[in-house]
């Protein structure tokens, strides 16, 4: 691994790595802030995962979570969205291909050679970050978008493997909506049934564990309907008795302006989970 | 003035709104942060002015204010750093012209005709917010580098205008360093008396009024000795007992995760001079 970014930031550090990844097959970037607290302990870890477009820099310059993290304890790490590099296939729109890894491994050509980040975030991060960095095996996730899709669906398919789980906007059923189908119709094909081991809607039916899960949601986001629809989840979740918070904020939208108003309440949230 | 960005943002609004300027002679783009507070009474204003390179983009997106600014019921402007548009001289470096407008106005061809931020921020600006948001005619400044060399100067050059001023890494002594002897010389031409007139450490000299003065520093900023050196103006403050505040911060360096770290103070003390 090679730190390629060094910042003091809330009395901790904000740094960026590059490592090649096993998973991946490439290059990989990933952002992590350490709080002062980890100076002299070991500390818990809060994943984030980042939506469409994104890399590893713009939850740590746009969220202000670093102050939170201070506060409490905890080390953050924001990986980037997808493979990347001129080797790894990629598609001129901006929602397939590089910066939309959809957090699937994918079967089908192209795609197959490199896109396999739920092996990443779920096996192959938390070794290299629980090996290089003052971390215990305590792990919490979230995300925004894609990235909360991601988090619900990692943390539905990893029981035992994270203390809570929370989004900001996620897309709850992306069997059922465009940004999904497109994107499990490249990484996956035709089979629907391939499809539903993704889809956090499916995947909570079937759930053995239930997890501390908080759910924000904006009413001025223009995705809502076409993309998010929370409620999906929620009704699932009821139909299972898994306890659910969906937390509906009028006025906000898809943007890190609501994420950055909200992310402290997440990782308080988090932080409880985590013993902090 | 039309609006072009509205997000929510902690409980208020973070605006973007575009105006024809008749100081600048161009469309200016410039952020407005309204509180919760905004919706009920008249609010203290306290302005931003940023460093080389941005627009009024960068501060509320990085530097994490909104929150603080809700906290103590402050609104928050932050305008652009130069003229704009195909019709404004420019030049292919970083450090001179569009982005680079060093809050003056400019005696020397090509400059002359656009850049005039100096008339900008002292008087159209507030002009324009007061007429137009719930602003009172109170009013705090800061900024970062290019704009702490702007807070500072406009508020020793301008007594009774502003409740107190703060400056994260500024260029203190813009006609003794590079940055500012290249600027000043194209803006301001070889007449070196003009130039301490934008001059911090040559107006304090003269300073009429003692204004609450804050100015955060990081030890780990790569511009420290080549640009910004403050040292210089504490000295000419303390020469005619003007009081001033310099923290200097061991690790941190000169991008906005400083600015993030310590916002929350510089806007505290802000609320304090402004009654809030």
């Not at 896109?115 to 995300?143: H, K, W």
Request: aromatic fraction near 10%.
């Amino acid at each position: 691994m090679e730190r390629i970014e060094r910042h003091s930031s809330h009395e901790g550090w904000q740094e960026v790595w590059q490592h090649q990844s096993a998973s991946l097959g490439c290059l990989m970037k990933l952002a992590v802030y350490l709080p002062p607290q980890a100076a002299q302990e070991r500390l818990p870890v809060v994943y984030w995962l980042s939506g469409l477009t994104c890399t590893e820099q713009n939850f740590i310059t746009k969220a202000g979570a670093q102050r939170y993290a201070a506060e409490h304890g905890l080390i953050l790490v924001a990986p980037d969205t997808s493979p990347r590099g001129e080797g790894v296939a990629d598609d001129a729109a901006y929602d397939l291909g590089q910066g939309a890894g959809f957090y699937l491994n994918a079967t089908q050509a192209p795609w197959a050679a490199h896109y396999r980040m739920y092996d990443y975030i779920v096996e192959e991060l938390p070794a290299l970050i629980e090996a290089n960095f003052p971390a215990t095996a305590q792990r919490s996730i979230c995300g925004h978008s894609m990235g909360g899709h991601g988090a619900l669906m990692i943390a539905l398919r990893n029981p035992g493997r994270y203390r809570s789980v929370s989004a900001f906007s996620p897309i709850v059923a992306p069997a059922s909506v465009p940004w999904g189908q497109k994107a499990f119709a490249a990484y996956l094909g035709e089979d629907h049934e391939a499809w539903l081991a993704y889809d956090s809607t499916a995947l909570i039916a079937h759930a053995t564990e239930h997890l501390p899960t908080l759910i924000d949601q904006g009413e001025g986001d223009e995705f809502l309907q076409p993309q998010l629809q929370p409620q999906r989840l929620v009704e699932a979740a009821q139909a299972v008795a898994y306890p659910m918070q969906l937390r509906m904020h009028p006025g906000y939208d898809h943007s890190y302006y609501f994420i950055a108003s909200f992310i402290g309440e997440h990782l308080a949230y988090h932080a409880q989970a985590l013993g902090r």
